[in-house]
Every structure is written in structure tokens, then in C-alpha cells.
């Protein structure tokens, strides 16, 4: 854009694609980083700038894509594709139903302009650009325009990052971690002499700072007694049973399905298999050693909550080599909003048993003749796929 000379951005550059080398290394050989357009953007740059930069970023990183073979990043392109159009699947809903990849919240907002760094941050971005403007214009007089076009880039740099941020938390609500403390580094531009010198000499320019913040610190004051109000304690009793069951009943080499959180839970405290983990994204890695990426093995894992016959959900849990499934009520009845339930994200993947009781209200009223429940208690039950299923299953 003008603001660095081709040597600094250069120097950047190499800054990055060190960085990159070494995560590259120290991750394994993640190819979700290989493929990503972070490193498209780096490469992209050293040739060329603009809308040439942009386009070329996103042509390399799909052409990367393409040549590894990798789609690890692939629910990102589709998940803000399902922000911005009425596009959805069982992947991205499995994302946009958790309020944590939804769109920002009122309150965030509503929190912002009670604390006044929403206002603060417009007021500041207002005279930032406003006087850059102007003395560019002045500056234009006496250097050259590539030296006016230089003044003040640090800041150009912070706003549009501001407005990137920005755009993203809006768009996936867990991306305000990033936004807010950018927020408060742009607010303190009320401090700059350049912006706000106008308003007078040294002592008043230090009591208008000085009652902004006290304005401020009304409300932060507030939301600081508030979480340090709050008094962590967790407990979970019917887990510690399940987990207790496990390690007292099962064999060492037993084999686990369920929902990630659980299983994550089941693989810490037990050491026994599982076949799905949280690392949901995760699909080239598997690919080295098992028939299913991790993706198409959680799809398999979670049909358990859809409308589908219960011999077709035992025979997927065969193929994965599970001994035991963890059928959790909360997963079949929880609906953060309408078209979020297990089931009803299912409905949309599958159309031909739209509408049909879901197999897992049926499991959870009786497990035969498909299962047998070996462990029960208020969250959780255990269902076992019979030995001899599995052995129909091999031969």
C-alpha cells in the first residue's frame, strides 16, 4: 500500500517465513500449515502487491491444496461461506451451533460501549485518519510523495488491523479475544499530541486523558469485581463413575466411541482406546495409518445421534473397530437454538430419514437387539456391540 519501502516488507518476509520454518518443523510436517493461505500470502508477497497479492494468494493456496492432496482447512473456507449465505452441513453446523463460532453477540457490543472503548476507538480512528490526511497534505509541499505517503504508517498498520479483527469477531464470535486487547491499544491514541493537541496546553490535554479513564474505569471497575466474584468449582460425579467403571470392568485393550469431550476425558483417565478425538479438523494424519481420516471417523462415530437404522450405525462402529459406544443423553436432547440437536443438524446430511425418531432416544429406552447396556447411571450409558456381531462383521 505505499506505507514501506520494498526492503522493510522484504525483511518482514524473511522474519515470517523463518517463523513458519521453524513451526513447520517443531509440528511435524503439518501440512495444514503448508496449505494454508498464511504462507501463500508470504510467498505471494515477495512478487507481487495489491489486488495482484491477493488473488495470487488465494490461486497458490488452493493449488497447494491440490497438489498435497490436503483439505485439513477446508470447514474454513466453508464456514464463512455458511456465515455469508444460507450454504450448510453437518461440519459447519457442528461449528455454527456452538456459540462460540456464531456471530458476536449484542452483549459483547452493548459491553464495549458501557466501558467506552467502542467510542473512544471511533473517536480516535475519526482523527487519526482526518489528521493524517491533513498533514500529508502539508507535508506535501516540502518531500516527495512517496515520503508523505510514509507518515504515520505505524498507525495505518493498527487501524486496518483493528478493522480486520473486527470484521472477524463479528463473524465468529471467540475471534473478540484478539479484537478487544487491540481495542485498547488503539484507544490509547487519546494520549497523542499530534491527534488531539488542539484541545490545549499540557495540563488540560492530561485531565481530559485523565477523565476519560475515570469515565472508563466505572464500568471496568464493575466487570473486574465480577470475575473476581466468581468461585470456580467443577464437579462431575456421573463422569467419575463412568470413568471408574471403565478402569474397573473393561479390558486394557478395550476400544471407545463417543462424543469428543468424552473421549478425551475416557483416553486420560483410563489409557484406553478411542477412535475420535477432539482434533476434529484433523484428516492427513490418519491417512498415514488408518482406513478413515479423523473427520470421516467422528461422522461415523456421531451417526449414532441421527435417524438412521440401528444396524447401520452398529456395522459403522464395527468397521472402526469399537468395542464399547458412550451414549450421552445431553448429546441426543441439547439444543442450544432451533436446528442445533444432534439429530436435527443430521436432518440436513440425511434427507432419507428426515423426520424419524432419533436412534439414540430409542438406544436410551432400550439398547436390544443390536447393543447390550453394560454401564448406566444418570448421564451416561455404556452399550456394548455383541462379540459376535463383530465376528459376522470379519468373516
Known sequence: MGYLSTSKIKSLLVVHLASFAICFVMLFGNLELLTSFYISSLVAGWFVQGIAWFTSTVLLKFFMSFILGASNDAHIGNLIRSKLTKYKDFHTLMYTCAAEFDFMELETLLGHVKTSILPVNSYCSHHFWKGAKELTLKKMSILTLQMAQFANGEMVYHSLQLV??????????RIKLFLAPLMCLMASLICSRQLFGWIGEHFKRHITVFGILSIMAI?????????????GDFSNLPQEQLLEWINANTMPNAVFAGSMPTMASVKLSTGRAIVNHPHYEDTWQNKLRLTYSHKERTNLVYTFYSCKPAKEVKRNLMQLQAD????????????SRPGCSMPEIWDVEDQENRGKLPLCTLLSIDSQPYFTTMFENKFYKVLKIPIAAKYDLLI
Open 164 to 173: 480486520a479483527f473486527a470484521v472477524l469477531a463479528i463473524l465468529v464470535m
Open 219 to 231: 464500568q471496568g471497575v464493575a466487570n473486574f469485581q465480577s470475575q473476581r466474584g466468581i468461585v
Open 324 to 335: 464399547y459406544f458412550i451414549l450421552e443423553d445431553s448429546w441426543c436432547n441439547r439444543r
